[in-house]
């Protein structure tokens, strides 16, 4: 059976930044399919659950608060990336809007809810990886 990534927050694992889950009932069913791998980059970045929101200002992923947490972003995109090599992923599905998992829209940066074209950091650590990367609203594309 294939192996994909899947944000853990869409199969009801509580690691959102606001220490809740998103489940997604065709995200769950995709089990019957493929060998799911749950993965949070921002926990595995070393971020806590609940946490801040944050959003990403320019190349920084700055928190509400102001304080940087790039370092972990780019801490997790990495840990997932290599979960996803070690497993033979070639596909992954993922948070959509996420400043780690958004995939072509993201938040811009004001903490208004305003979205821009962009992805997260995660996301463009898999596609520079040849990794495709689906959100959980392009299920049919997988």
Do not use: F, W
Not at 30 to 54: D, N, Q
Not at 55 to 83: F, M, N, P, W
Request: charged share 30%.
């Amino acid at each position: 059976m294939e192996k994909i990534i899947v944000s853990a927050c869409l199969l009801g694992v509580p690691c959102r930044y606001d220490g809740k889950s998103k489940p997604s009932e065709e995200v769950i069913a995709l089990k019957e399919k493929y060998e799911l791998i749950p993965v949070c980059a921002e926990v595995l970045g070393g971020l806590s659950t609940p946490r801040i929101g944050a959003e990403i200002v320019g190349d920084k992923v700055i928190r509400q608060d102001g304080v940087d947490v790039t370092y972990e972003y780019h801490k997790g995109a990495s840990e997932v990336l290599k979960i996803a090599l070690e497993n033979g992923c070639t596909k992954a599905v993922l948070k959509s809007k996420s400043p780690s998992c958004g995939k072509g829209k993201i938040y811009d940066g004001t903490y208004t809810r305003t979205l821009i074209d962009g992805n997260g950091i995660l996301t463009d650590l898999l596609l520079k990886n040849n990794i495709k990367v689906y959100s959980e609203t392009e299920i049919d594309k997988l």
